[in-house]
């Protein structure tokens, strides 16, 4: 997830047939978003979706690439905007960081049963953005060795997260 605010990088490229946005990321940002993949782009209440086209390295700055695949209103007539990036892996339960800890080199949080007891629930991070983590819920996958998998319960959207252990 990316906000982009007037005054900060961000380019259009438009073509006969094509969009394009393009956006500056520092390198972790970069990171959640793979060539090729798609994202969500999110300005005011219209979201529409964009191929994460090429990533741009220097030394000085990064950005990405997204071909736009809609018309959005008023697309022609700005030339900064403040918008939303949602990569497509973050797609899952948000929570702060600082609910997260490690117990046996296994990250978790700790849910509050129904008796008020916490309880330790092991989770798998997909993504981090900003002062939140994107977790899977329900359940996960690990490999075990050997090619075994094993299905892991994690955190349930109805779950309450303890947020300062």
Same mark, same amino acid.
């Not at 979201?47 to 997204?66: C, D, H, L, P, V």
């Not at 018309?71 to 949602?86: A, H, Q």
């Given at each position: 997830?990316?906000?982009?605010?007037?005054?900060?990088?961000?380019?259009?490229?438009?073509?006969?047939?094509?969009?394009?946005?393009?956006?500056?990321?520092?390198?972790?940002?970069?990171?959640?978003?793979?060539?090729?993949?798609?994202?969500?782009?999110?300005?005011?209440?219209?979201?529409?979706?964009?191929?994460?086209?090429?990533?741009?390295?220097?030394?000085?700055?990064?950005?990405?690439?997204?071909?736009?695949?809609?018309?959005?209103?008023?697309?022609?007539?700005?030339?900064?905007?403040?918008? &939303?990036?949602?990569?497509? %892996?973050?797609?899952? #339960?948000?929570?702060?960081?600082?609910? $997260?800890?490690?117990? !046996? /080199?296994?990250?978790?949080?700790?849910?509050?049963?129904?008796?008020?007891?916490?309880?330790?629930?092991?989770?798998?991070? &997909?993504?981090?953005?900003? %002062?939140?983590?994107? #977790?899977?819920?329900?359940?996960?996958? $690990?490999?075990?060795? !050997? /090619?075994?998998?094993?299905?892991?319960?994690?955190?349930?959207?109805?779950?309450?997260?303890?947020?300062?252990?």
């Amino acid at each position: 997830l990316r906000n982009v605010s007037k005054g900060d990088s961000f380019l259009r490229i438009i073509d006969n047939k094509e969009s394009y946005i393009v956006v500056k990321l520092t390198e972790a940002e970069l990171a959640m978003f793979e060539v090729g993949r798609l994202c969500t782009i999110e300005i005011g209440n219209v979201s529409f979706k964009a191929e994460n086209y090429q990533a741009m390295r220097t030394e000085q700055q990064n950005g990405m690439i997204f071909r736009v695949f809609e018309d959005y209103p008023g697309m022609t007539s700005f030339r900064e905007v403040d918008l &939303k990036l949602i990569a497509e %892996e973050t797609e899952g #339960i948000h929570i702060l960081t600082k609910s $997260i800890v490690d117990v !046996d /080199g296994q990250p978790g949080v700790y849910i509050l049963k129904k008796n008020g007891k916490k309880e330790f629930v092991p989770i798998k991070i &997909k993504g981090h953005i900003g %002062e939140e983590a994107v #977790i899977y819920s329900d359940y996960f996958t $690990i490999n075990r060795g !050997d /090619g075994i998998n094993e299905s892991i319960e994690t955190v349930n959207l109805y779950d309450e997260i303890v947020e300062e252990p």
